[in-house]
Structure formats: C-alpha cells, structure tokens
Nanobody, 126 residues
Framework: QVQLVESGGGLVQAGGSLRLSCAAS????????MGWFRQAPGKERVVVAAISWSGKDAYYRESDQGRFTISRDHAKNTAYLQMNNLKPEDTAVYYC???????????????????WGQGTQVTVSS
C-alpha cells in the first residue's frame, strides 16, 4: 500500500507559478513511477506529467512542455510538479498517482496507476 497526499494548490493569476507536492508514505521502498493528472469540471481526467522510478524517463504533454517540470526526491518520498506561466485553462483538480506495475518508465494511462491522492485544486484567474 502507498498513501499519497498532495499539497501546493491554490489561486494564482495567469502567468504565475505554483509547485505541487505529493508526499508518499507506506511501502515507498517498492519501486514506483509517479504521475500527475488533472480533471477540470465536466471533463475527463488526463495525464499532465509522469516520471519513472529512476527519474530518467519523464513524460509531458506537448502543450505543457517548457511550462511544467516533474521531479522527485527519494530521500523525502515526494514528487513535485513545477508549473510556470499558468493559464486559465490549467484550472482543474490535480491528482498525483503511483504506479508499481510500470515503475521503470513514466506511464501515461490512468489505468496503469494503482494508488491515487485526494487531489488539490488549482485555479488560474485571467
């Protein structure tokens, strides 16, 4: 079992930045990839970024490349999502997730993740 808790969401103006954190606890000794997803009202949950256990493999949506950076700190059992130049369309609930089955890469499908956090709201005003 892996428990995940997100933090760092909030209200920010367009062009601003936020850093989301995802603290993991439980069986963090098991190799696992980490992903960030988001879900806007009335829309499906989509992947934002993902990172492998080693950190060497990272995935970003093409539209977010250059604005978002995913990273992880094994010593702190924490994954991060740095978001810069935020836009109103980035408004959503952001979820972090852990994948034990696909730990060796950055999985992009929600079905590959076994554990999920409760989500943190990000609101970008125009």
């Amino acid at each position: 079992q892996v428990q995940l808790v997100e933090s760092g969401g909030g209200l920010v103006q367009a062009g601003g930045s936020l850093r989301l954190s995802c603290a993991a606890s439980g069986r963090t000794d098991i190799n696992h990839a980490m992903g960030w997803f988001r879900q806007a009202p009335g829309k499906e949950r989509v992947v934002v970024a993902a990172i492998s256990w080693s950190g060497k493999d990272a995935y970003y949506r093409e539209s977010d490349q250059g604005r978002f950076t995913i990273s992880r700190d094994h010593a702190k059992n924490t994954a991060y999502l740095q978001m810069n130049n935020l836009k109103p369309e980035d408004t959503a609930v952001y979820y972090c997730a852990a994948s034990l089955g696909s730990w060796y890469r950055g999985p992009t499908s929600s079905t590959e993740y076994e554990y999920w956090g409760q989500g943190t709201q990000v609101t970008v005003s125009s």
